[in-house]
């Protein structure tokens, strides 16, 4: 491990009186951090974060312990809580998706929805096989074995989507049975998407109309909703759960998301009044009462039109990208409708200077909503020195 430059100044000494610590050094430590990290929002390019947001007008809650234990549908015996926020969030996004009854509550992020979509879906059907494409999020790998379900990796297409032919082969030669299937909406990689109809089609060729369809759209499911032409993502298009990301479109100082789920399908989970007098129908027991505020404070600013024309943005910064990087003979590609663009890996040097995430020889840019025509012209000109 490289040993960083802050790392005496921060240790945390036994006894703080009569050490060289204190609370006007300590602050400024963290301010000259804070600065740091601000900083690179001029560079940050190849992750799928959004840096454009100031919350700091809910500095109040900062002294608070607020604990939002169990479903948001139910209150607790613990009063500080902000259910009533987070009801608000979720039906925001139940709306967005197709269904305005659905269930759903704040979680820590795309992977916990995952979780909690496969968990539901594998309570529905105990037996079942789940199914995932090659181009899938780590995270899937990891909870089927958190669950203990047979995994089995679906080869990609050309468009690097899941191949449902080699869906149906699979089940097929597994003689049908239950299954539950994550399709990706936006894949970390290259931005591509899954067809859900396709699937439950592939799959009731395959003998099985058991079938849980998890939809993770943490990375694109606000780009496929509110796109121009939108797209196929979610309950209308035959979804029974879905993870969104709180941090990523919509953005947030630390890692949070939205699960959403058919209600009928929580009864599989849910045990009632066991959580502080709460339905416990949630993954963790206590969660966070702030993350709910953050995102019904930036919804609320932005609305269904503002996170409309965000997505806008994206997608004509990621054109630009595209064009420039053309231009340039870089030999961008971008899967339709996507914001991330692949590129020629450049230097070293410039992956770690503009934040670039590579996969073998090719760069991704994934254009948020912070970056800018701006950004794009300053990389270029890196590239050509
Ligand atoms: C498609 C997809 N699914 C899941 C995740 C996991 O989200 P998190 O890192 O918030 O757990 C990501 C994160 O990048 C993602 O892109």
Redesign the pocket.
Known sequence: MVRHPLADDVRIPDDPTGSSSGSDRDVALLKEMAAQMLGERDHMLG???NLDFDYRPLADFLQVHGNNVGGPPTSSEYQLHSKVFERAVVSFFARLAGHEEAFGYV????????LYGCYVGRERFPEAVMYASQA?????PKIARLLRMDYVAVEVGHDRAMDLAALRRHHTARKGGPAVVVT?????TGGSEDDLAGVREALADAGTDQVHIHS?????GLIAALAPEPRPWAFESGADSI?L?G??MLGAPF???IVLTRPEHVEAIRRPGIAVGSDDDTITGSRDAFTPLLLWYELRRLGRTGLQRRVAHCLATAEYAEQRLREEGHHPERAPGSNTVLFDKPTAALCRRWNLLSVGDRAHLIAMPHVTGEHIDRLCADLRQ
Do not use: R
């Not at 899938?136 to 899937?140: A, D, G, I, V």
């Not at 990706?184 to 970390?188: D, L, S």
């Not at 993770?216 to 694109?220: K, T």
């Open positions: 992750f799928p974060l979680t820590t992020g795309g992977t916990e929805g995952n899938t999020h780590y995270s899937l990706t909406i936006g894949t970390t993770d759209a943490a990375f694109g993870a990301s941090h990523k890692p949070c998301g």
